[in-house]
């Protein structure tokens, strides 16, 4: 079963609208990554959350991660066509014994902005 | 140098050939990753290193070979790849904690991928 799960799928927004895209993780999360990706291109990287009740903010684009830390939200106030992309998370679940990390996705937000 | 590089960009090869895709990064990180990534697909994990040391591989077949020459590199080496296997490849690097822990205070950084095509 998917340990990720972003939602929704794709949105379509109006220039100037704002816009909330989730991801929830089924166990707690030790760190919660957003990424942007353009069609056939790499991730660049938004915002990383670690700690319950975390927000940041960068330019229009706000994250926040639950107490819990089971849910995160990403928050576009008044959307430009730039936004257009694939807004992608990612989780790192803490592992002990000294493995190593594994960054997850979810299956990620299509999100487009018509001028 | 806050960049993981890929090389090439893209590549067309056919079944019987032998070839290797390549990440470079002067961050000073000590774990890299190699992520394969089919399309409209978020992308999955292959291997894991660090501190040069193959510490993760996600039971990819034979026909993906990784190698870590060093602590800025990390190559792919493709031998008798099937079409199934085109897809984006991406790399990315990240602090490496002691005794092979992720620290995810410092994050993961993605290349933009070498995009494969198997003829």
């Known amino acids: 079963s998917q340990e990720l799960e972003q939602s929704p799928q794709s949105l379509i927004v109006q220039e100037g609208k704002n816009l909330t895209i989730n991801c929830t993780s089924s166990?707690?999360?030790?760190?919660l990554y957003w990424y942007k990706q353009k069609y056939g291109e790499g991730l660049i990287f938004l915002m990383m959350?670690?700690?319950?009740?975390e927000e940041k903010s960068h330019e229009k684009i706000t994250a926040k991660l639950d107490e819990k830390k089971q849910q995160s939200s990403l928050h576009i106030t008044a959307s430009q066509p730039s936004h257009a992309g694939i807004y992608l998370c990612?989780?790192?679940?803490?592992?002990?014994?000294?493995?190593?990390?594994?960054?997850?996705f979810g299956k990620g937000t299509k999100l487009s902005v018509k001028p | 140098d806050t960049e993981v590089t890929q090389t090439p960009k893209h590549l067309v090869m056919g079944m019987t050939n032998k070839k290797s895709l390549k990440c470079e990064q002067h961050?000073?990180?000590?774990?890299m990753y190699w992520y394969k990534q089919k399309a409209k697909k978020p992308p999955e994990l292959m291997f894991v290193?660090?501190?040069?040391?193959?510490?993760i591989n996600e039971s990819v077949p034979s026909r993906f070979s990784p190698e870590c020459p060093n602590s800025s590199l990390l190559n792919l080496h493709l031998h008798a790849l099937q079409p199934e296997d085109s897809a984006l490849y991406l790399c990315?690097?990240?602090?490496?904690?002691?005794?092979?822990?992720?620290?995810?205070?410092?994050?993961?950084?993605f290349g933009s991928g070498t995009r494969l095509t198997v003829v």
């Open positions: 990612g989780a790192d679940y803490q592992y002990y014994g000294g493995s190593q990390g594994n960054l997850i």
């Open positions: 961050m000073g990180h000590r774990a």
């Open positions: 959350l670690q700690k319950g009740g």
């Open positions: 990315a690097s990240s602090q490496a904690a002691s005794r092979g822990r992720v620290s995810p205070n410092y994050g993961y950084t």
């Open positions: 166990k707690t999360l030790y760190g």
């Open positions: 290193y660090s501190y040069e040391k193959l510490s």
